[in-house]
Antibody, heavy 121, light 107 residues
Framework: EVQLLESGGGLVQPGGSLRLSCAASGFTFSSHAMSWVRQAPGKGLEWVAAISGSSNNFFYAHSVRGRFTISRDNSKNTLYLQMDSLRVEDTAFYFC??????????????WGQGTLVSVSS | DIVLTQSPATLSLSPGETATLSCRASQSVSSYLAWYQQKPGQAPRLLIYDTSKRATGVPARFSGSGSATAFILTISSLEPEDFAVYYCQQVISWPLTFGGGTKVEIK
């Protein structure tokens, strides 16, 4: 059974940093590109970042480029999102999502349950 | 960036009726369009990918159609569990983008 479990969310002040993790199980992690998608409370979905299975390619939304860094450790089946210089508008639930097999970009066939990041003074 | 516009924002229907949701792209996405369903407090769920392919376990009452810039998600004979928010997403180019969503609510 495919499982994605996010952790690392919490309350942080503007300008602060946070690192999210997503532990994957039930599939060959290195075969899939992975993404982070966020959703501000009561709002729609916003794709944040993606990384290829071998970590050769990285992609970012304009809103986070230069502040967020996506990475993965295939030996630990874990996806990460390092978030620096956080802003109030980064407040959201952050989901990790698995890309379908095939050359990215692909649709997201499995999602974690999300972790809440709150940026406030 | 490719902008996806979903309409209507809210659709009020009764169980057993057919829902027709629209997604329009600001430029062609060929057939690289997906649909997701999201219920309150839950993660999104993939319903349709590549315009018309149903994801594993998705009931046949969900169907997708369209091409280039105009796409439709049809839900035939709405079941109580189908009342939710639906998002379209383009996966032809980075940055990936989602539509603003259509809420299907019980009339």
């Amino acid at each position: 059974e495919v499982q994605l479990l996010e952790s690392g969310g919490g309350l942080v002040q503007p300008g602060g940093s946070l690192r999210l993790s997503c532990a994957a199980s039930g599939f060959t992690f290195s075969s899939h590109a992975m993404s982070w998608v966020r959703q501000a409370p009561g709002k729609g979905l916003e794709w944040v970042a993606a990384i290829s299975g071998s970590s050769n390619n990285f992609f970012y939304a304009h809103s986070v480029r230069g502040r967020f860094t996506i990475s993965r450790d295939n030996s630990k089946n874990t996806l990460y999102l390092q978030m620096d210089s956080l802003r109030v508008e980064d407040t959201a639930f952050y989901f990790c999502a698995r890309g379908q097999l095939g050359a990215p970009p692909r649709s997201f066939d499995f999602w974690g349950q999300g972790t809440l990041v709150s940026v406030s003074s | 960036d490719i902008v996806l516009t979903q309409s209507p924002a809210t659709l009020s229907l009764s169980p057993g009726e057919t829902a027709t949701l629209s997604c329009r792209a600001s430029q062609s996405v060929s057939s690289y369009l997906a649909w997701y369903q999201q219920k309150p407090g839950q993660a999104p769920r993939l319903l349709i990918y590549d315009t018309s392919k149903r994801a594993t376990g998705v009931p046949a009452r969900f169907s997708g159609s369209g091409s280039a810039t105009a796409f439709i998600l049809t839900i035939s004979s709405l079941e109580p569990e189908d009342f939710a928010v639906y998002y379209c997403q383009q996966v032809i180019s980075w940055p990936l983008t989602f539509g603003g969503g259509t809420k299907v609510e019980i009339k």
